[in-house]
């Protein structure tokens, strides 16, 4: 980095602006997603007040419990307040459990990120061996395997993997527990038995994903011309690959651990379920199951704005490691 | 990304008998993990649009004594955990899966393909609108979309079939307009802008055929997409409904038998397994796109 301090303040300062920009583009998607949620949920055929009152209740008492849920205001109206609340941290009243939404959620919010800070820490290094080792050895014998391992791992449904880990490790080995179980004050060794599974499956498909986008990234600079040269000044490739090639994958690389946790999202929406896990996901399908909206608009704009996050995080990483970015 | 010259104009030329040739010399330029791809794809293809005639037995009809009982000559993959025959249950489960998936994945990479020619060719404001909708969408996570979808209307079979290739649509449009947009500055289009063609001819007649290879790769990956989601809406109790079942509802209904490893709950998760990886193998293998990341669920 053989920049001038001034050159290199301003570039600071370049960067700073496009990370501000991308962060108000994060922001202007989430409003627009929360109107995209909202919309589909208020096109509800019923609505809340019949849910709850039952099929057996007069128009009168409907029409009462309606305006005291405010559900006979204009929709806009009605989107105003709810997107309020959901910026204040109010998102209504769960209809099923009878409770604020936050509350709900501020009891399960911990265990999914957990779940996910769990997944993450077992499946980025793994990623990172299996995508640098087949793009070092690419085209032969061992990245073929690789290439096949991820392949069959991306295409395979989670609660495969789940289903045949339960088999194996609770029903044949009867090593681990089936459902896990949170609750306080259970030791480190019951807590990593408990987790074992979830986080398992999870990280199968993440690090398939993973995997594969960094060997795309890492091959993408082997086809440059410094990795010619430093090869033809006589350099062992995994040296190549490792000092000259790496830290100019980073951004991509980056890039992709972003995207592919992203469907650590999804991909806990099952595994939360198979495994009877507290979280946002199960509690989400819950919702859907019961029918009840206030909770699951809640949790889907939970999980959105947990993959803005994401791709905001990528984008800066991106930003920061490549300097040629910043002048764009 | 070079326009290649339309095939119809090669089968124009030459007579009809080199259709089968060119067939063999593609088969020959797969690889081998490739032609294991086709070879599963097609024979999912086939046992989802003929699986009730094959049927051994009745769909719903009780047929064993024993629930969750192994393979026997009369039960080729056993019985589920009520007795009736696993193997004509998944026959009849593919077919939802693989019809639904395809129907879906049709629609998706139609609509996404129509509207990246028409965000190419139209207006600069209608780009921008389409794009910046379709970004929302894409911001939406795929599965949490699809129950949100599932928890307003409902999980009728036309509505999965729509709610699916909703949740797919703007990945398949992202992966069209950046073609639709490259190709659009190529000059021969360029050309046809100046001689004064129509915004619809040129979609159709110059943009369009030269992106149809990649927008088929990636309508196979749409189908594994919705094959998985499908399967996993289905899993969870959202997607098909009883007395229909998809591989998925398979999977769920038997999910008793895992204590045992019932054929039951293996076979049709395998069946799933093998078709998702088949089509991912195939399009893997598949020239011009050659190992390019096979992912986006």
Redesign the interface.
């Known amino acids: 980095m053989a920049h001038g301090s001034p050159r290199n303040r301003s570039g600071i300062a370049a960067a700073g602006r496009l990370i501000l920009r991308r962060l108000g583009s994060a922001l202007l998607?989430?409003l627009?997603?929360s109107l995209?949620?909202f919309t589909?949920?208020a096109?509800?055929p019923g609505d809340a007040a019949e849910e709850t009152l039952g099929q057996s209740a007069t128009p009168e008492a409907v029409a009462a419990l309606r305006h005291q849920m405010g559900l006979d205001q204009p929709a806009h109206l009605r989107y105003v307040r709810w997107l309020g609340g959901m910026i204040k941290g109010d998102p209504g009243q769960s209809l099923v459990a009878n409770m604020p939404v936050g509350q709900v959620i501020a009891g399960r919010l911990p265990n999914s990120l957990t779940l996910a800070g769990l997944t993450a820490a077992v499946a980025i290094p793994l990623a990172l061996a299996i995508g640098l080792l087949s793009a070092l050895y690419r085209d032969t014998g061992l990245d073929r395997a690789l290439?096949?391992m991820t392949?069959?791992m991306?295409?395979?449904?989670?609660?495969?993997v789940a289903?045949?880990a339960?088999?194996v490790f609770s029903?044949?080995l009867r090593w681990l527990p089936s459902i896990t179980v949170v609750r306080e004050g259970i030791g480190w060794a019951e807590m990593l038995r408990g987790y074992a599974m979830p986080v398992m499956t999870l990280a199968c498909v993440t690090v398939a994903?993973m995997a594969?986008?960094t060997r795309?990234a890492v091959i993408d600079q082997l086809s440059r011309p410094y990795v010619e040269m430093a090869l033809l000044k006589g350099l062992s490739p995994s040296r190549v690959v490792l000092v000259h090639v790496l830290p100019n994958a980073v951004a991509p690389i980056v890039n992709a651990m972003a995207?592919?946790l992203?469907?650590l999202?999804?991909g806990a929406?099952?595994v939360e379920?198979i495994f009877n896990y507290p979280g946002i996901a199960s509690l989400?399908?819950n919702?859907?199951?019961s029918?009840d909206?206030p909770l699951?608009?809640a949790?889907?704009m939970i999980?959105?704005v947990a993959?803005?996050l994401l791709?905001l995080a990528a984008d800066v990483c991106a930003i920061l490691a490549n300097p040629r970015l910043r002048g764009q | 990304m070079t326009p290649t010259v339309p095939l119809r104009e090669e089968s124009m030329v030459k007579p009809a008998s080199t259709a089968a040739s060119r067939v063999r010399h593609w088969l020959s330029g797969l690889s081998t993990?490739g032609r294991v791809g086709l070879a599963l794809v097609v024979l999912w293809l086939v046992l989802g649009a003929a699986g009730p005639l094959l049927a051994p037995y009745d769909v719903g009809a009780f047929v064993s004594p024993e629930v969750f009982d192994g393979m026997s000559a009369q039960h080729w993959l056993g019985s589920d955990y009520l007795g009736r025959d696993v193997l004509s249950r998944l026959l009849s489960g593919a077919q939802y899966t693989v019809g639904l998936a395809l129907a879906s994945a049709l629609l998706a990479s139609a609509t996404g393909a129509g509207l990246a020619l028409t965000a190419t060719v139209c207006p600069r404001w209608v780009d921008e609108v389409i794009s910046?909708?379709m970004?929302?969408?894409i911001?939406?996570?795929?599965?949490?979309?699809a129950?949100?979808?599932?928890?307003?209307?409902g999980s009728s079979l036309t509505l999965l079939l729509l709610i699916a290739a909703a949740t797919y649509t703007p990945g398949a449009f992202r992966i069209a307009r950046a073609l639709a947009i490259n190709l659009n500055q190529m000059d021969y289009v360029q050309v046809a802008y100046a001689r004064g063609e129509g915004r619809l001819y040129i979609a159709t007649a110059e943009i369009m055929p030269n992106m149809i290879h990649p927008v088929l790769a990636d309508f196979g990956l749409r189908f594994?997409f919705i094959v998985?989601l499908l399967?996993?809406l289905s899993?969870?109790?959202?997607g098909v409904q009883p007395p229909n079942a998809d591989l998925?509802s398979l999977?769920r209904e038997n999910?008793s038998g895992?204590?045992d490893?019932a054929l039951a709950?293996l076979a049709p998760?395998?069946a799933?397994?093998t078709l998702?990886?088949g089509?991912?193998?195939l399009i893997?293998a598949l020239p011009g796109r050659g190992?390019?990341?096979?992912?986006g669920?």
């Open positions: 998607t989430l627009l997603v995209v949620v589909i949920s096109l509800l290439n096949l392949l069959g991306v295409a395979v449904p989670e609660f495969l289903t045949i339960v088999l029903v044949t994903q594969r986008m795309a995207l592919s992203s469907y999202l999804g929406v099952i379920t989400m399908v919702a859907v199951t029918r909206m699951l608009q949790c889907a999980f959105c993959y803005l791709m | 993990s910046r909708f970004d929302t969408l911001s939406i996570p795929s599965k949490v979309f129950l949100v979808l599932v928890a307003a209307f594994v998985l399967s996993g899993f969870l109790g959202l998925g999977v999910i895992l204590g490893g709950i998760a395998m799933i397994a998702t990886i089509v991912n193998l893997d190992r390019r990341i096979t992912g669920r």
